[in-house]
């Protein structure tokens, strides 16, 4: 039974990295059954704690703003967040030690691949600690974040909610990219920061060296360093009195009428839509009839209460304090996220909503076989229920048939989306070569944004005066060694240097812009590789820059497949195009008769290959014992071909498909 | 007649006739969701092909020396130390002696299916493993055995697959006396080298003794068996087998393309298509050059893999390839009764087993699983299009529907243009591409004209697997 929920949970929790350390009374008490038509549903801690010994005792009323304190955890992957968070945890008494799955997000595959906390997760503590001379208990709020780039508004949502957090480094590896990324977005939101140096314990541990990174990087004192390591609990006990002491109490005034920040929602089988708020002024009792400002619509507060971790209703959520609500919502897109909420009949300034998200890589989904179109349907709309930050549009190709243009924050928000489509919701799915929003202007003054490259015209009627392109600031952190090739790399994508230096002795710090095409397909498996694995890579988006774009068609027998269709620098097209049509002819097989393969700008072909016709596929003998095995191996051949994708008369394997997107 | 036959239909298919004459939402689902193949139509088509008796007998005989590399048959490998097995007849193999024991009770023990008539046995065939292994006193023992239970014609074609090494004139004329009449000669390729690396266990010396041997003992209906697309084959060793087989003048040649099997030792050191194999390419030019070597020689291509002088066709094989009823006794054999192909064990304990178990009453070869008309047309087509004589359209478009054979003719449109699909109509006479296209354009005339589908030879033959599977995808999309 428990094995079975451990790996059940591995399904469900992809996005809940505290609550996954937990080992959770309430999955034993309901029938698994009812857990699995459901489990993609984020986070399982939707209910409120049966049999809670301090679920009646919590009174928040003793928390003033004062004894509060709001922070967050944040680090380059794999420097032991997600670890620090379990012990502050178990420090706290708030779960019981060597109970549940440590880190057991980075045990999923997408996580080794890329390392990631995808959503933020709230985690209230309680802790007493002498402050000003008197032992005073405090509630502590942990909002862990996503470390990764793709989910920066994640992060940053996150980060509004709090006024401190642990910048955590590791004592061997020191500062990385996404160190710098997250340190720049703690910084511009003015909160109080403290370095922890984690880890201390491995061999090769150099917390001076670390110290002298964080001075010269970020300009902080090295004798405000935290020395920890999670994982012997050396130095944790200096954490949260670092926490009390260092971090300022939120500001808000518990006499002002409220207003409380929407920072999460997501959907519960049994409760509906729970919302995860900071009250930022004034109270919030359950009864309450609440209005959102961005919608105007009014909802009843049924339940409100903490995160502790699960869900524990205590009537009430005071200014400072973080909590979730139940209201009604029949759904996650009522529930806008940065959008203020209040008191019906009261007016209120409504606070600075969060910075919208922002698509920036979109790819087309389609079904594997063409006729689970209404499968993949509701597999993404479950997905979306979740993960509100995926844009949805319908759309359809000659060659796939009906389908989704997707678009994603980047490139490994696009991969959870397909690796939880196809684990949680066993969708087969094909998707077209990622891209991203290019505009292209022509001469009466139209602009297009194409987010398909197959709905740009290969032939305009007005000429093109313009392409523009986004693009982003890219971090590099590399050992020196590899300064050489990772340049070469970056000159490569087109990329322009704008600083280039030295963290210390042995570590180099670069910053590039590039268009963000560039680094869509493979550029991170690229840097991984040239440097044996030592770069550390984050990006954040830039402007837009204008650009000689070209849309490069693929054409099997003349007839262009409109799924295939790219949009690349003119001075690329030709290696790409070739890549192309190699590809293609590596994984069509052959057919009755010949296909010849070209890769075309407008009407000029600039790549062709000749795949040559089918010579023999014959059964020799077929007696009266040989008639079943023979039919069946051609009923396999026959299911092959209708697993294939067909334009005009030939039949494209969908590896071919999965194999462009290789192709940069 | 019709009658009887009706009612035992009805107790073989009872779910089938219940659904056309009660179940009307039955029939309104099959009505509502498109149906590639006429399901009800079956029926009729069942009625058409069950008036055939079964009248022919597959009879294997598993044993060999040894099992040659590219083999994957239910066979049992008795060692190289007993070369003719029978020089003296009191000491016959008593692993083929009991074999031959459970192969008789097997045949006693079937018992015709009901809604067949008791007909006499039209074509026997001993296929194997190598059938001259086994003495003729245990050959002649199972034919009369299929006698006492079936009957068998005075002029049926008895067939037996031989190998050379295997056997002498006196076995031959032993065997001859029995009734046999034809002869399938193992030969496989003329170059030592070759016979070598196959596994076989006998030489190219042999091959010449057998030749003369089936000579000189007067088999007038006899076939060479040979094999292409071997290890190592070249193309002028394909030439030479192919014109030292036209010189022995055998009625009757197959010949085979090499499929490497996955259990098989050439599993296991090739892959198709890969050296020391020919390419697919040569292995193409292979069947071209036997295709057109026979023909010259005045053989038919009658199948895909059968040629033969006029009048020489194997009676048994066709039986197969026109998907009449067939008995089958043995180990590994399939008979097809009552529209129902069933295997029998491939293991010899297994085997065992299964005869005591029919003897018992416990086993029923034609029973339960229903009979789908979507598999009947596969059959249908799979089969027929293995044949020179093609598809007969008429029949089939009684059985399934016009719209099926539009939709096939649709499907096939651009294979004839390109010459690998043929149509002829009731004459035989081809119909031009073009004018299939303007007969199909008026929808139903192509009814009227359209007699005959067929795979060109060699082209069509060689990609026959590509077209096969294309009409599959029209009769269960």
């Known amino acids: 039974m428990s094995s079975f929920r451990r790996a059940l949970r591995s399904k469900l929790s992809l996005f809940s990295s505290i609550s996954t350390s937990i080992s959770h009374p309430i999955a034993t008490t309901r029938p698994l059954s009812s857990l699995l038509p459901y489990s993609q549903n984020a986070s399982f801690c939707s209910r409120p704690r049966q049999n809670n010994k301090e679920g009646s005792t919590i009174d928040l009323n003793q928390y003033p703003s004062d004894n509060i304190r709001n922070f967050s955890i944040i680090a380059h992957v794999d420097h032991g967040k997600s670890t620090l968070a379990d012990r502050l945890l178990e420090l706290t008494g708030t779960i019981r030690k060597g109970h549940g799955q440590p880190q057991y997000l980075d045990k999923l595959q997408v996580e080794r691949e890329r390392g990631i906390t995808v959503k933020a997760q709230t985690a209230t503590m309680f802790h007493r600690h002498k402050f000003l001379g008197s032992d005073t208990n405090f509630l502590l709020n942990l909002i862990d974040t996503p470390g990764h780039v793709d989910f920066s508004y994640e992060v940053s949502r996150s980060l509004a909610a709090c006024q401190g957090a642990l910048l955590v480094v590791d004592a061997a590896q020191g500062v990385q990219a996404q160190t710098v990324a997250n340190f720049y977005l703690a910084f511009e939101s003015n909160l109080a920061i403290i370095p922890v140096i984690n880890k201390i314990d491995q061999p090769t541990a150099d917390p001076d060296r670390v110290k002298a990174q964080l001075k010269s990087m970020f300009d902080l004192d090295p004798s405000d360093a935290l020395l920890t390591s999670a994982k012997t609990g050396h130095g944790l006990e200096q954490v949260l009195p670092a926490v009390i002491d260092r971090i300022p109490p939120p500001p808000g005034r518990s006499t002002s009428p409220l207003r409380m920040l929407l920072l999460d929602s997501y959907y519960d089988e049994y409760k509906g839509v729970i919302c995860h708020v900071a009250i930022v002024d004034g109270a919030l009792h359950k009864g309450d009839k609440i209005c959102s400002a961005a919608t105007g619509q009014s909802y009843e507060v049924s339940d409100v209460g903490i995160m502790h971790p699960e869900l524990v209703t205590t009537g009430i959520l005071l200014a400072g304090q973080v909590g979730y609500i139940v209201s009604g919502m029949r759904s996650t897109k009522e529930a806008r996220v940065g959008d203020t909420l209040h008191h019906t009949r009261t007016v209120i300034h409504p606070l600075p909503g969060f910075k919208p998200a922002k698509h920036m890589v979109f790819s087309g989904l389609y079904p594997a076989d063409g006729s689970d179109f209404e499968a993949l349907n509701h597999a993404i709309e479950r997905l979306t229920c979740n993960d509100a930050s995926v844009s949805v549009t319908k759309e359809s190709s000659t060659a796939l048939g009906l389908g989704f243009r997707c678009g994603f924050l980047g490139l490994l928000h696009m991969d959870v989306f397909h690796q939880r489509l196809e684990q949680e919701h066993g969708a087969h799915v094909i998707s077209t070569v990622p891209t991203v929003p290019y505009i292209f202007e022509y001469s009466n003054g139209s602009k297009l944004q194409v987010q398909n490259p197959a709905a740009l015209p290969s032939n305009p009627k007005y000429q093109l005066v313009a392409c523009r392109e986004p693009t982003v600031i890219a971090t590099i952190i590399i050992p020196s060694d590899y300064v050489g090739p990772v340049i070469t790399l970056c000159a490569e994508r087109r990329g322009e240097q704008l600083e280039y230096s030295f963290i210390d002795s042995q570590r180099a710090f670069m910053k590039y812009r590039m268009p963000l095409r560039e680094i869509v397909v493979d550029f991170y498996n690229e840097l991984k590789s040239i440097t044996s694995g030592y770069a550390s890579f984050d990006y954040e988006d830039s402007e837009y820059q204008a650009s000689d774009l070209v849309k490069l068609d693929i054409l099997l027998n003349g007839q262009p497949v409109d799924a295939m269709a790219t949009i690349v620098h003119k001075s690329k097209a030709l290696r790409v195009g070739r890549e192309l049509v190699e590809k293609l002819k590596k994984f069509i097989d052959r057919q009755m008769f010949e296909i010849i393969i070209q890769a075309a700008i407008g009407s000029k072909v600039i790549a062709r290959e000749t795949l040559s016709a089918m010579r023999k596929n014959v059964l020799a003998k077929c007696y009266g014992g040989d008639v079943t095995r023979k039919r069946k191996l051609l009923e396999k051949q026959k299911e092959g071909k209708k697993r294939m994708k067909r334009v005009g008369s030939v039949d494209i394997p969908q590896e071919a498909f999965h194999e462009l997107l290789k192709v940069s | ?477």
């Open chain 2, 1 to 477: 007649m019709l009658r009887s036959m009706l009612t035992s239909m009805l107790t073989v298919f009872p779910s089938k006739i219940k659904t056309r004459n009660y179940s009307n939402t039955i029939i309104i689902a099959i009505t509502n969701s498109p149906q590639p193949v006429r399901r009800n139509a079956s029926t009729e088509y069942m009625l058409l092909q069950q008036q055939h008796n079964p009248t022919s007998a597959y009879v294997h005989l598993p044993f060999c020396r040894k099992r040659c590399h590219y083999c994957d048959f239910p066979i049992v490998a008795l060692g190289l130390s007993s070369p003719h097995g029978d020089e003296d007849e009191d000491e016959d193999d008593p692993r083929i002696v009991n074999y031959i024991d459970y192969l008789c009770r097997e045949i006693k023990a079937t018992s015709v299916p009901s809604n067949y008539n008791k007909s006499p046995m039209e074509t026997v065939f001993f296929g194997g493993g190598t059938p001259s292994l086994v003495p003729p006193r245990l050959v002649s023992l199972v034919l009369e055995t299929l006698d006492a239970k079936f009957g068998v014609c005075t002029d049926a074609e008895i067939s037996i697959e031989m190998d050379p090494g295997t056997f002498d004139v006196e076995k031959l004329k032993d065997l001859m006396n029995l009734g046999v009449n034809r002869v399938s000669l193992g030969v496989q390729a003329f170059q030592e080298e070759l016979l070598k690396s196959c596994g076989r266990a006998h030489g190219v010396r042999e091959i010449h003794e057998a030749i003369d041997i089936v000579g000189s003992c007067g088999v007038e209906n006899w076939s060479v068996d040979l094999i292409s697309s071997l290890p190592h084959q070249k193309s002028h060793m394909w030439e030479e087998s192919l014109s030292l087989t036209i010189q022995a003048k055998p009625t009757h040649v197959s010949v085979y393309d090499l499929q490497v099997e996955q259990d098989t030792k050439f599993g296991s050191l090739y892959t198709a298509g890969e050296f020391p194999l020919p390419c697919e390419n040569q292995s193409a030019d292979f069947y071209r050059m036997a295709s057109e070597m026979l023909r010259d020689a005045g053989y038919e291509h009658y199948e895909i893999s059968s040629y033969c002088k006029s009048g020489y066709q194997c009676k048994h094989n066709y039986t197969y390839w026109i998907n009449k009823p067939f008995y089958a006794f043995g180990l590994g054999s399939a008979s097809y009764l009552n529209g129902l192909r069933f295997s029998r064990p491939r293991k010899l304990k297994d085997y065992k087993d299964y005869v005591q178990n029919l003897e018992n009453g416990l086993v029923n070869c034609f029973q339960d699983s229903k009979v789908d008309a979507q598999d009947i047309a596969m059959d249908v087509v799979m089969l027929s299009l293995r044949t020179a004589r093609g598809l007969d359209m008429k029949s089939f478009g009684k059985a399934f529907g016009s719209s099926t054979i539009l939709s096939v003719c649709e499907v096939y449109k651009p294979h004839i243009e390109s010459g690998h699909v043929v149509c002829l109509d009731e004459q035989r006479r081809e119909i031009a591409a073009e004018e299939f296209s303007s007969l199909l354009s008026e929808g139903n005339k192509i009814n009227e004209v359209l007699a005959y589908i067929r795979l060109s030879d060699p082209d069509g033959f060689l990609l026959s697997n590509e077209l096969i599977s294309l009409a599959f995808n029209v009769l269960a999309p």
